[in-house]
Antibody
Framework: QVQLQESGPGLVKPSETLSLTCAVS?????????WGWVRQPPGKGLEWIGH???????YYSPSLKSRLTMSVDTSENHFSLKLTSVTAADTAVYYC??????????????WGQGTMVTVSS | SFELTQPPSVSVAPGETATITCGGN??????VKWSQQKPGQAPVLVIY???ERPSGIPERFSGSNSGNTATLTISRVEAGDEADYYC???????????FGPGTKVTVL
């Protein structure tokens, strides 16, 4: 059974870098599938952040691309995101997920439980 | 960029049918996914490839897609179906994933 678990600081200061990791269990990242991040500001809808493959192929949201870096660590079987120069607008629940089917354009079928990140001084 | 539209809310009585629409320019040419999200929980995929159900999703959930509108239909609605529902597509022209704004389904 594939499971995902997000981890990282719950509080980040404005202008600093938000760093999150998604640990994958029950499946080896290097075996395939795209993996991704989605966020949800309090009381609002879902927003796509980006996708990554084990060969480091990435697709990023155009609105975040200038501040976003996603990476994968096959030895630790996790993938990560870094978002620089954060503001209060980056406050959200951040979810990691698996993209089904091995295709970048398929659906998120397995999700982590989500982690709340607040940007505040 | 590609935009999706959804009604903010849909209300339905138990046992009746809920219909949730997702509008987009020629969305019929894209593969639509639908996810259900209950308060405080992660989303759950209920439909992919326009009308396919993942394992474990009841047959009461069905989907269709044609022209400028995709539709999620929930038959014989139950109290447990009360949730937010999001349609999604991959926009190949811009190479990014798009979520609709979400529809809150209320079971009366």
């Amino acid at each position: 059974q594939v499971q995902l678990q997000e981890s990282g600081p719950g509080l980040v200061k404005p202008s600093e870098t938000l760093s999150l990791t998604c640990a994958v269990s029950g499946y080896s990242i290097s075996s395939g599938y795209f993996w991704g991040w989605v966020r949800q500001p309090p009381g609002k809808g879902l927003e796509w952040i980006g996708h990554i493959y084990h060969d480091w192929t990435t697709y990023y949201s155009p609105s975040l691309k200038s501040r976003l870096t996603m990476s994968v660590d096959t030895s630790e079987n996790h993938f990560s995101l870094k978002l620089t120069s954060v503001t209060a607008a980056d406050t959200a629940v951040y979810y990691c997920g698996r993209v089904r089917g091995g295709n970048f354009n398929d659906a998120f079928d397995i999700w982590g439980q989500g982690t709340m990140v607040t940007v505040s001084s | 960029s590609f935009e999706l539209t959804q009604p903010p809310s849909v209300s339905v009585a138990p046992g009746e049918t809920a219909t949730i629409t997702c509008g987009g320019n020629n969305i019929g040419s894209k593969s639509v996914k639908w996810s259900q999200q209950k308060p405080g929980q992660a989303p759950v995929l209920v439909i992919y490839y326009d009308s396919e159900r993942p394992s474990g999703i009841p047959e009461r959930f069905s989907g269709s897609n044609s022209g400028n509108t995709a539709t999620l239909t929930i038959s014989r609605v139950e109290a447990g179906d009360e949730a937010d529902y999001y349609c999604q597509v991959w926009d190949s022209s811009s190479a990014h994933y798009v979520f609709g704004p979400g529809t809150k389904v209320t079971v009366l």
